[in-house]
């Protein structure tokens, strides 16, 4: 029986630092210049904490514990969000916790599925060797078509809102 080991550069971490109480103390995601913070709450345990962004790492940093579960982006297999749920899968090849599904319930009622599109557009574009970044509309745009224009049309929709689920490209890791 072989085994075989794939080295990527990118891998999954899960952070437990001491302490038992309420306190928190050591290393937080939420404190990072620059990531971006979203208010959740964790479905299975009924955690409340954040989900934090930053550069190729998605981090869920409870509230109440040093516990912080950190995820390589490059390791999500899907995403996505509806109305304030939020989920994402990690992929087989995740070193801990494959093919697991977390969900959560956004507090803040921000779109996490939306920014983090975005977001990992914006890493493929800044790794890409010699490419210039299309123009996108800031993350705070909003497209909001004119529902008056299109009650009468046919062929138009007019259910409620659906689920956006997002797939990764890993056709560049093998």
């Known amino acids: 029986e072989a085994t075989v080991v794939v080295l990527l550069p990118l891998f999954f971490t899960l952070f437990i630092m001491g302490g038992k109480g309420s306190k928190k103390s050591g290393f937080s995601p939420s404190q990072i210049p620059g990531a971006k913070v979203f208010h959740v709450r964790e479905q299975e345990y009924k955690l409340e904490g954040y ?21 390589s982006i490059g390791h999500l297999r899907s995403y996505g969000q509806k109305n304030a749920e939020f989920s994402f899968m990690t992929g087989r090849k995740a070193p801990e916790n494959p093919s697991t599904l977390f969900n959560f319930t956004v507090l803040d009622g921000s779109d996490i599925h939306s920014y983090l599109k975005h977001h990992i557009h914006q890493e493929k574009t800044r790794m890409a060797p010699n490419s210039t970044p299309p123009y996108e509309p800031p993350i705070n745009h909003i497209h909001q078509p004119n529902i008056y224009n299109t009650i ?4 138009v929709s007019r259910q409620g809102p659906t689920a956006t689920y997002d797939t990764l490209d890993h056709s560049s890791t093998g």
């Open 152 to 155: 009468n049309q046919p062929g």
């Open 51 to 71: 989900i934090v962004v930053h550069e190729l790492r998605i981090y869920f940093e409870s509230k109440t514990s040093d516990a912080v579960k950190s995820f």
